[in-house]
């Protein structure tokens, strides 16, 4: 999908993520809305400066490159502890790292000191990062979708130049998310068609640097689980995966993202699903075409019987998990179950049947130690 060459064999790995990875396995994921970049547009060299003081107040480097904090432990050492040690070490986490960190600018133009300090540790430590700022065209942002997207590109690669600064070869992804304001009720709307269109255009920028990039898809304005909700969900998914965009985030969420929804997470995993399918294609072949197939069953034949159909009837042809198939007479014996009745069923299903590998005696006595530790430091930061 990115022809660029990328910044490291790490960084490769991760931007060959195929598109919903992620949220095909029912797992879903959402980013904060704390969201700053700084002055990029009117001098990124005073914002530099601002960055270089807080790393040297906050920390030292010794000759390995890895950092250790003076004085107050933050958030991000602690997490990041916490995930080194389930990786099994520092070393496996960035050869297979499965956690983004999100330093998530303030729109327009502000970098704060938390967002800052989160590009600075992903950097030292290897670990993957997605800038994301948000903007709200009209509001935080021009109205104007080209506008909002030039404003955001800047937000956001201020981010990876800052990154690229502390650790040139760092994995990073331009990202940016934009939330569409509501003039009329003056709320974001994650539902309308303007955001998958300005993701789109960001998503060719990103790719023009070789660069992965987010979106935001599978969530929807609607508060349960109904025809919007599933109408904006399908919208957003299939034109956030034809426009090529590579971690699509915040599937299930509802009410203008203010909420997360199992079921809504279930449906989208089935339009998911079909999307991934969609975005596949055909292969054109000797074999696909299947032109001796044709000939061999002649006029009024069927195909059911042949051996090409078995061979390839499985990848070829897309199943639901959710949606429904069944005639109409076995639906209405079976009780007439509405979509929903079919996503609760499978959530039934899946919590009965799911047994996640159990962490190890060792480390989870380990993550206990940080945790306790965690706690008293952030209770003097009170």
């Given at each position: 999908?990115?022809?660029?060459?990328?910044?490291?064999?790490?960084?490769q790995k991760w931007r060959s993520t195929a598109v919903y990875e992620v949220n095909d396995a029912l797992?879903?994921?959402?980013?904060?809305?704390?969201?700053?970049?700084?002055?990029?547009?009117?001098?990124?060299?005073?914002?530099?400066?601002?960055?270089?003081?807080?790393?040297?107040?906050?920390?030292?480097?010794?000759?390995?490159?890895?950092?250790?904090?003076?004085?107050?432990?933050?958030?991000?050492?602690?997490?990041?502890?916490?995930?080194?040690?389930?990786?099994?070490?520092?070393?496996?986490?960035?050869?297979?790292?499965?956690?983004?960190?999100?330093?998530?600018?303030?729109?327009?133009?502000?970098?704060?000191k938390e967002p800052a300090e989160r590009i600075?540790?992903?950097?030292?430590?290897?670990?993957?990062?997605?800038?994301?700022?948000?903007?709200?065209?009209?509001?935080?942002?021009?109205?104007?979708?080209?506008?909002?997207?030039?404003?955001?590109?800047?937000?956001?690669?201020?981010?990876?130049?800052?990154?690229?600064?502390?650790?040139?070869?760092?994995p990073v992804g331009l990202g940016c998310n934009f939330g569409i304001l509501d003039m009329a009720k003056a709320l974001m709307s994650v539902g309308s068609p303007e955001m998958s269109l300005a993701l789109a255009a960001q998503a060719e920028v990103a790719q023009s640097l070789g660069l992965p990039s987010w979106g935001l898809a599978g969530a929807t304005d609607s508060k349960c689980l109904d025809a919007q909700s599933?109408?904006?969900?399908?919208?957003?998914?299939?034109?956030?995966?034809?426009?090529?965009?590579?971690?699509?985030?915040?599937?299930?969420?509802?009410?203008?993202?203010m909420a997360c929804s199992v079921e809504q997470l279930v449906m989208s995993n089935d339009i998911i699903g079909m999307a991934k399918r969609f975005l596949t294609g055909m292969e054109v072949s000797d074999e696909?075409?299947?032109?001796?197939?044709?000939?061999?069953?002649?006029?009024g034949g069927h195909y059911l019987q042949e051996a090409h159909t078995m061979k390839h009837f499985k990848k070829e042809l897309w199943r639901p998990r959710v949606f429904t198939r069944t005639p109409f007479e076995q639906w209405k014996e079976k009780g007439s179950k509405t979509t929903e009745d079919l996503v609760r069923e499978e959530i039934k299903h899946i919590l009965g049947t799911h047994h996640p590998e159990k962490i190890?005696?060792?480390?989870?006595?380990?993550?206990?130690?940080?945790?306790?530790?965690?706690?008293k430091e952030l209770l003097k930061m009170n």
């Open positions: 999908m990115f022809e660029g060459s990328g910044f490291t064999p790490c960084f797992v879903g994921h959402g980013a904060q809305r704390e969201m700053r970049c700084h002055m990029f547009l009117r001098s990124s060299s005073h914002g530099l400066s601002i960055i270089r003081r807080q790393r040297k107040k906050r920390f030292q480097r010794d000759n390995a490159g890895a950092e250790s904090t003076i004085g107050l432990i933050s958030n991000h050492h602690i997490e990041l502890h916490i995930v080194v040690v389930v990786a099994g070490g520092a070393d496996k986490l960035r050869e297979k790292p499965f956690i983004v960190l999100y330093p998530e600018p303030i729109s327009p133009l502000i970098m704060p600075l540790i992903a950097a030292d430590r290897g670990v993957p990062q997605m800038m994301g700022p948000a903007i709200q065209p009209g509001a935080t942002g021009p109205v104007t979708m080209a506008g909002s997207v030039a404003q955001g590109v800047a937000e956001s690669m201020f981010c990876v130049v800052v990154a690229q600064l502390r650790r040139p070869g760092c599933g109408a904006e969900a399908a919208y957003h998914i299939l034109a956030q995966g034809l426009s090529g965009l590579n971690m699509i985030h915040d599937v299930g969420y509802v009410d203008m993202s696909h075409l299947a032109l001796d197939v044709i000939a061999k069953v002649g006029p190890k005696a060792g480390v989870l006595t380990e993550l206990d130690r940080i945790k306790e530790t965690g706690e």
